[in-house]
């Protein structure tokens, strides 16, 4: 396997800007979006541009949400299933000799499409403790869909769901230390009650 296979996450906007400006992509694609094909929906339709850019494109589309109560009155009730898992290793595994790397996109970027990394990773490096690192420093705001990330524990025998804590843990702890931050800064800006 050729472990130089690369992987960029992006939101929509963020990789739509990306391709405009000319900027480097890998050769595959797995695009994520919401269900339904409302055109007045951004995330419904892939943009032409990403159509355009790639040679091959995996499309999943599926809620950025871990139960189908969440989703209130919202149609098509359509959650990450185990088959959507079963489609992106099969893309994989049939494009990983002619793919450059892969280019994974949703709509922010945070959640589906770094979980999806996770699994695209994981089947590169075959290293769970490999892929969480590559994530942070591919995507360092990452905080996979935790149900997705289950979904491929299950399919590949792995424990990509500790490393996905991880990653989460280290995102937790890095607003943390934002915040602590922001509240000296805050302490710093009060006038004097003297």
């Known amino acids: 396997m050729d472990h130089a296979l690369g992987v960029q996450v992006f939101g929509q ?24 094909k409302d055109v007045n929906q951004p995330d419904r339709v892939i943009p032409i541009i990403i159509r355009k850019s790639f040679k091959n494109i995996l499309r999943l589309a599926f809620y950025d949400v871990e139960e189908k109560r969440q989703l209130g009155n919202l149609r098509p009730k359509r959650i990450p299933k185990r088959a959507d898992v ?15 790397g892969y280019t994974i996109h949703c709509w922010q970027g945070i959640s589906r499409s770094p979980a999806v990394a996770l699994g695209i990773l994981y ?4 290293s769970e403790r490999e892929a969480g690192k590559m994530l942070l420093e591919i995507r360092p705001q990452a905080l996979p869909h935790q149900n997705l990330v289950k979904l491929f524990d299950e399919e590949l025998g792995c424990n990509l769901s500790a490393v996905s804590n991880a990653v989460r ?14 509240e000296d800064l805050i302490e710093e800006l009060k006038p004097d009650s003297e």
């Open 13 to 36: 906007p963020e990789l739509v800007a990306h391709l405009a400006e000319g900027r480097q992509h890998y050769s595959h694609c797995i695009s994520i979006g919401n269900p339904g």
């Open 169 to 182: 843990n280290e995102r937790i702890e890095r607003w943390k230390k934002g915040l602590d931050l922001a």
């Open 86 to 100: 079963r489609k992106v290793i099969r893309f994989f595994r049939h494009t990983e000799n002619e793919a450059t």
């Open 123 to 126: 089947l590169i490096t075959l």
